[in-house]
């Protein structure tokens, strides 16, 4: 078993975790921070849009089972890459859709998944691919947050299920639960 890591931003990380940690091939997803100035940013001031950083994820996971450009194309499916600096409600750059990617090969990936991901699409993809950054894990609390209280909240209530259904009906094969759910 080989394992490799992506680092992607779509909006806000509850959503985007809840994502990934629904695919066969998946290992980890950690929330966090990366792409800003200030070391060791809270939530609090990444939330305040003057840090830099995107709330992003970190995703490890088993090339045997799934490839790197899968994971781009489920992470083009399953957010909105033409809104800039934000997705849905969520407004600022730390909401923006950005690749951040962890090698030259990962960069043409990323680029390719881009163009293929731009015919489903009606209007421009916004995605930037940016350098790979230091990376901040968000605070615990964040981690693991639709399993534990996104349940209960409404925002991920609202945001979340829709995510997964577009994954699992669009990628069945590759969701642990598939159609299921």
Same mark, same amino acid.
């Given at each position: 078993m080989a394992s490799d890591v992506a680092t992607l !931003?779509?909006?806000?990380? *509850?959503?985007t975790e809840a994502v990934f940690k629904d695919v066969i091939g998946v @290992?980890?997803?950690?929330?966090?921070? #990366?792409?800003?100035a200030l070391p060791n940013p809270t939530y609090k001031q990444v939330c305040g849009g003057d840090t830099g950083? !995107?709330? !992003?994820? $970190?995703? &490890?996971?088993? &090339?045997?089972?799934v490839r790197y450009g899968d994971i781009l194309d489920m992470f083009f499916a399953t957010h909105d890459p033409t809104q800039l600096n934000r997705q849905g409600n969520d407004?600022? &750059?730390?909401?923006?859709?950005? #690749?951040?990617?962890?090698? !030259?090969?990962?960069?043409?990936e990323a680029q390719a998944a881009i163009a293929r991901a731009s015919a489903g699409w009606p209007a421009p993809i916004v995605t930037s691919i940016e350098p790979l950054s230091e990376w901040y894990?968000?605070?615990?609390?964040?981690?693991?947050? *639709? @399993?534990? @209280?996104?349940?209960?909240?409404p925002y991920c209530l609202a945001v979340i299920p829709p995510k997964l259904k577009k994954l $699992?009906?669009?990628f069945a094969d590759r969701s642990k639960t598939g159609m299921a759910a």
């Open positions: !931003a779509g909006g806000c990380f *509850w959503c @290992e980890t997803v950690e929330s966090g921070y #990366i792409g800003g950083h !995107a709330e !992003a994820i $970190r995703i &490890t996971f088993d &090339t045997d089972q407004v600022g &750059t730390q909401y923006r859709s950005a #690749i951040f990617p962890h090698s !030259a090969d990962q960069r043409e894990p968000a605070e615990d609390y964040h981690q693991q947050y *639709w @399993e534990g @209280e996104g349940q209960s909240n $699992r009906k669009s």
